[in-house]
C-alpha cells in the first residue's frame, strides 16, 4: 500500500469514530531557518487566545526546537505511545496558555521506517486528536521525508512558511510540486516570514504564488507575514514563546491577524 493510500484510508476511518472533526494543518517549508517551529507555537497560542481548543503536535525528531521555545522537557514522547507503554492524554503537556503539546522523541524517528502495523496505530491515536480539539497543529521537519509527506496528505490545509529569500522560495516551491504530484485536494496556504514590511511579504507572496499556478495550476491562499521584529530572538533565548514574552510587540501582532484570517 502506497503512502497516499494508507492515509486516505485512515482519514476515511477517522470520520467514521466521530461526526465532530477539528482542522488538521500540517506546516512545512522547504529549507531550515525560516522559523517553522516559531511559527508553529506562536499561531497555536493565538487560535488558543480567540477560544479554540488546539493541539500542537512536534513531529519534527530531527531537533528539539519546539521544547526549547516553550521552555518544556516532556518525559514521554510519542515513542512511548507507540510501544505502547503510553496513551495520548499520558503524554500530552497542557501549556499555560492552554494549548496541548505532544512531542515526539528528539533524535529518532517516531513516525517514518515504521511497518504498516505501527502507523495504523498511530493513525488511530491521531484520530483521536482529531475529534478532541477545533485545531490540530503538526510541525514537521525541514527535510523531505516519509514522515513529512505522511502528514501533509493527512492534512485538510498545508501551510508552506517561505521567507523573502530567494532560495527560501525556491525550495518552499520544489515541495509544494512533489506533494501536489501525490495529491491535487490539498488546500496549500502561505505565511511570509522575517518580512520587512507588509508590501515586502505580499510581492513575495505574489512571486510564488505566479510561479505555483504557471507551472502546476495550483491556487495558495494568503495568510498573512511576520514581521522581522528583535523581540522573536529575545523570546527564543527566553526559552519561551513570543506572545507570552512580548505580546504587544509587531510581530504578535502579525500572529493574531493570521488566527483571525484563518477564523474567518
Known amino acids: 500500500m502506497e503512502v497516499k493510500d494508507r492515509w486516505i484510508n485512515s482519514q476515511e476511518m477517522c470520520v467514521a469514530e466521530s461526526d465532530t472533526k477539528s482542522r488538521i494543518i500540517t506546516i512545512i517549508s522547504g529549507k531550515r531557518g525560516v ?3 516559531n511559527i508553529a507555537v506562536n499561531l497555536s497560542m493565538a487560535l488558543a487566545k480567540f477560544g479554540k481548543s488546539v493541539t500542537l503536535l512536534d513531529a519534527d525528531t530531527s531537533s528539539a526546537n519546539m521544547q526549547v521555545l516553550l521552555g518544556i522537557e516532556p518525559k514521554s514522547t510519542m515513542d512511548d505511545v507507540l510501544r505502547g507503554e503510553k496513551t495520548i492524554s499520558d503524554i500530552t503537556i497542557v501549556d499555560p496558555s492552554g494549548i496541548r503539546v505532544i512531542s515526539a522523541n528528539s533524535g529518532g524517528d517516531s513516525f517514518g521506517g515504521k511497518d504498516y502495523t505501527v502507523k495504523d496505530q498511530m493513525l488511530h491515536e491521531i484520530c483521536k486528536l482529531q475529534n478532541a480539539n477545533d485545531f490540530l497543529l503538526i510541525d514537521t521537519s525541514t527535510d523531505f521525508s ?3 509527506v505522511d502528514f501533509a496528505l493527512r492534512a485538510d490545509e498545508v501551510i508552506v512558511v517561505i521567507t523573502p529569500e530567494l532560495m527560501a522560495v525556491s525550495d518552499a516551491y520544489g515541495l509544494l510540486k512533489i506533494l501536489f504530484g501525490m495529491k ?3 488546500q496549500f496556504k502561505t505565511i511570509i516570514n522575517f518580512a520587512k514590511s507588509k508590501d515586502e511579504a505580499e510581492e513575495v507572496f505574489e512571486m510564488f504564488l505566479m510561479v ?4 502546476l495550476n495550483v491556487e495558495i491562499e494568503y495568510l498573512g507575514f511576520v514581521l ?3 523581540h522573536v530572538q529575545t523570546a527564543v533565548k527566553m526559552h519561551s514563546p513570543l506572545l507570552r514574552s512580548f505580546p504587544g510587540c509587531e510581530a504578535a501582532k502579525c500572529f493574531h491577524q493570521i488566527a483571525l ?3 474567518s
Open 35 to 37: 522559523g517553522k517551529t
Open 146 to 148: 516519509e514522515t513529512v
Open 184 to 186: 491535487e485536494s490539498i
Open 212 to 215: 505555483a499556478h504557471y507551472f
Open 228 to 230: 522581522q521584529d528583535n
Open 261 to 263: 484570517r484563518m477564523l
